[in-house]
């Protein structure tokens, strides 16, 4: 399930962006994703996660109420719509795969079956 990230970019303080991230294959759907970001100068972190039919998802509390992820299993593709960005949410943002909900977390990030290439979102003040 190759990945690719696509949708950062430069935003005020205050705005949106929706990132989009497509899977090839025929397996999507056997895989819980997550997003993950890095900041400059910081370990990489657990965003969110949305389980293999999309019933269940997660946020860090940092995102909680401002960022929602989604998929769509038609078209092998998940999203994270990005609401009410802060500064400090600029990183450079990956999505992951992993068969497991559960394991889509920052203590297990070194264990994602797949990681997309990132994409960069810069939140200005």
């Known amino acids: 399930v190759p990945l690719q990230a696509c949708g950062g970019g430069l935003v005020q303080a205050g705005g949106s962006l929706r990132l989009s991230c497509a899977a090839s294959?025929?397996?999507?759907?056997?895989?819980?994703m997550g997003w993950f970001r890095q900041a400059p100068g910081k370990e990489r972190e657990f965003v969110a996660r949305?389980?293999?039919?999309?019933?269940?998802?997660d946020y860090a509390d940092s995102v909680k109420g401002r960022f929602a992820i989604s998929r769509d299993n038609e078209k092998n593709t998940v999203y994270l719509q990005t609401n009410s960005l802060k500064p400090e949410d600029t990183a450079v943002y990956y999505c992951?795969?992993?068969?497991?909900?559960?394991?889509?977390?920052?203590?297990?990030?070194?264990?994602?079956?797949?990681w997309g290439k990132g994409t960069l979102v810069t939140v200005s003040s």
């Open positions: 992951a795969a992993h068969p497991h909900f559960g394991f889509i977390a920052t203590a297990f990030s070194g264990r994602m079956d797949y």
């Open positions: 294959g025929r397996t999507f759907s056997n895989y819980a």
């Open positions: 949305i389980s293999r039919s999309g019933g269940t998802t």
